[in-house]
C-alpha cells in the first residue's frame, strides 16, 4: 500500500491510498479512507483500478471533496459521508489533474483523448 494524497476537507483528513493485488502488476487499486485522531483509517469507498502510471487529482469545494482517480471523476460529500462516481471516461481519455476555479463555485478540468481515431 502506498499513500497518495493527504487531504483536509471539511474539518476531516482523509488519505487515498493505492495497493497492489499482486506486486508484480502493473494494475493498481485505489480506496478513499478516513484519517481518525488515534491514527486508524477507517474505508470510506473505492476508487476505480487502472494503469500504475495514472496520476491523482482533487478539488475541494465547500463541503464535497472531488477525486479524480483513473478515468473516472467522484465526489465524496464529508457531512453526508456520501462517495459518488461523478463522470466516467473510456479507457483511452485523459483527465488532466489539473482543476480549475469558476466564480460560480463550479469546476473545469481539461481532457483529452489517446488515440481518437482508433488507428
Given at each position: ?13 482523509f ?37 500504475d ?6 478539488f ?27 463522470v466516467?471516461?473510456n479507457?483511452?481519455?485523459?483527465i ?14 481539461e ?9
Open positions: 500500500m502506498v499513500v497518495d494524497e493527504i487531504i483536509e476537507a471539511g474539518g476531516e483528513a488519505a487515498v491510498v493505492s495497493f497492489w493485488d499482486d506486486p508484480a502488476s502493473k494494475i493498481k487499486k485505489r480506496r478513499l479512507f478516513r484519517l481518525k485522531e488515534t491514527g486508524q483509517l477507517t474505508a470510506i469507498g473505492n476508487l476505480g483500478s487502472g494503469p502510471n495514472d496520476y491523482l487529482g482533487y475541494i469545494s465547500g463541503d464535497d471533496l472531488y477525486i479524480k482517480s483513473f478515468s473516472s471523476l467522484y465526489r465524496y460529500t464529508v457531512s453526508l459521508n456520501f462517495l459518488k462516481e461523478v466516467t471516461y479507457s483511452n481519455t485523459i488532466r489533474t489539473d482543476f480549475y476555479h469558476t466564480h460560480n463555485g463550479l469546476f473545469i478540468f481532457k483529452f483523448t489517446l488515440n481518437p481515431w482508433g488507428i
